[in-house]
């Protein structure tokens, strides 16, 4: 073993122990110590170059050490790190407009997290659907989800997401989701009766040491549960 190897398998090794005293055991890691990026690279404590996939599952997509980023960063740092949403600053409203541009969307909604993201959305479905049905009518308060997906570590996204045995611990969870087979155009369409207000994303991503894997929904099967939903 070269000095470096060594010095990173002892490096990683008192990480790894200072975790498993200091930190609750929520996630699995791979055995290796990132130390620093440049570009799509990263490298480990042993100067080893690994060409990045992962992109902080698809939230990194900027890569490392982009010189616009760390300026940016830098400068922003000298002037103000954090305000609170109690008061104005120069940049939501400016990054807000630059996403519904690239989206098509009407307005944005920050979020810290990618389950508060999911949170934020299964509350809108239930509001607008609170505030649409006329009359009296009965609310549609259900949410159809898939099978074998992961949207979360909170309540409401931890109660969509399609696996039980990251939901079984914290039960009762959040009422009203209901399970479809991915990629079962039928089996929607069964279930996507008048008291639905929500169906989540089917794309699904998971990943952890040993069980890394994207699922995208098959030809056809994407477009067929939108038209379904939009009916
Ligand atoms: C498909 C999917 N949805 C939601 C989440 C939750 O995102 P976050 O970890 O930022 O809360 C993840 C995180 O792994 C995810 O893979």
């Given at each position: 073993m070269t000095q470096a190897a060594a010095s990173m398998t002892t490096a990683l090794a008192a990480v790894r122990h200072a975790e498993s005293e200091l930190l609750l055991s929520t996630y699995e890691r791979y055995?290796?110590?990132?130390?620093?990026?440049?570009?799509?690279y990263l490298y480990d404590a042993e100067g080893k170059r690994y060409?990045?996939?992962?992109?902080?599952?698809?939230?990194?997509?900027?890569?490392?050490?982009?010189?616009?980023?760390?300026k940016a960063l830098k400068q922003?740092?000298?002037?103000?790190?954090?305000?609170?949403?109690?008061?104005?600053?120069?940049?939501?409203?400016?990054?807000a407009r630059r996403l519904t541009k690239i989206s098509g969307l009407d307005r944005a909604f920050f979020t810290n997290s990618g389950t508060e993201a999911v949170e934020g959305a299964l509350k809108l479905a239930r509001a607008y659907a609170?505030?649409?049905?006329?009359?009296?009518?009965?609310?549609?308060?259900?949410?159809?989800?898939?099978?074998?997906?992961?949207?979360?570590?909170?309540?409401?996204?931890?109660?969509?997401?399609?696996?039980?045995?990251?939901?079984a611990p914290f039960e009762p969870l959040v009422p009203g989701?209901?399970?479809?087979?991915?990629?079962?155009?039928r089996d929607l369409e069964r279930k996507f009766d008048a008291s639905v207000a929500a169906r989540t994303h089917p794309g699904r991503g998971r990943s952890s040491p040993g069980n890394a894997r994207i699922h995208q929904p098959g030809a056809?099967?994407?477009?067929?549960a939108q038209r379904t939903a939009d009916r």
């Open positions: 055995p290796v110590l990132f130390r620093r990026g440049r570009g799509c060409l990045d996939f992962v992109s902080g599952i698809g939230v990194n997509a900027l890569g490392y050490g982009h010189p616009a980023v760390r922003q740092a000298d002037r103000l790190i954090h305000i609170s949403n109690l008061f104005y600053h120069d940049y939501q409203a400016e990054l609170h505030m649409h049905s006329a009359n009296g009518g009965r609310p549609r308060w259900r949410v159809l989800t898939m099978s074998d997906s992961f949207h979360g570590r909170t309540f409401a996204a931890l109660a969509a997401t399609g696996t039980k045995k990251y939901r989701m209901r399970f479809v087979r991915f990629n079962d155009v056809g099967a994407h477009s067929q």
